[in-house]
């Protein structure tokens, strides 16, 4: 789930914890999971069958099956339900009950402010130029983006003003002193 994928990636701990959150229920053929406009009550996750969901809006269909996840966009933003989920036949599906996916999801982005705390406070060009208690601030605000390799990250030249910081794999820089840069 692409949506789910941006706001949260998981540890072998933090695994523990949604499985320890989930519990499975039966969806009988042909009934209705959840219904546009309804509260946003938990999170689902296809463990068997298949699922119609149906954009209200602009009557957009996707089909759901094994592995699917759905259901998370009401409860990140505290929206009513944009869709509606019909079992399409006898499914079982893994169901997160709103309070357990908001402490998951909060814990996540804890754990990830104090790594990206850490990661700036180990970076020595920083710490030469900025108070430790902007870290905190910094921390804050940064955003991750996810590259394939090739992609670029910067050229020379064009927009100046953004700090980049490996948080995860190699960047290579390329001109007149090549080298590669790892985490922070």
Not at 35 to 48: L, M, P, R, S, Y
Not at 84 to 111: E, S
Not at 169 to 181: A, F, K, S, Y
């Amino acid at each position: 789930n692409k949506v789910l994928g941006d706001v949260i990636s998981l540890t072998e701990e933090q695994c523990q914890m949604f499985v320890d959150a989930v519990h499975l229920v039966q969806v009988p053929k042909d009934t209705e999971v959840f219904q546009e406009g309804n509260k946003g009550t938990a999170f689902f996750i296809v463990q068997e069958g298949y699922l119609r969901l149906t954009r209200g809006d602009s009557g957009r269909e996707i089909k759901l099956h094994r592995g699917d996840t759905f259901g998370e966009l009401a409860l990140l933003y505290d929206e009513p339900r944009r869709e509606t989920v019909i079992a399409l036949m006898d499914c079982k599906l893994w169901v997160m009950p709103q309070l357990a996916f908001r402490n998951i999801c909060q814990t996540f982005a804890h754990r990830r402010h104090q790594e990206f705390v850490a990661m700036l406070n180990a970076i020595p060009a920083l710490q030469a130029h900025v108070d430790e208690s902007a870290f905190m601030t910094l921390a804050t605000v940064m955003e991750e983006t996810v590259l394939d390799e090739g992609d670029e990250v910067c050229v020379k030249g064009e927009e100046q003003g953004v700090l980049f910081v490996v948080y995860e794999g190699i960047c290579t820089v390329q001109g007149d002193r090549p080298r590669e840069l790892k985490k922070g």
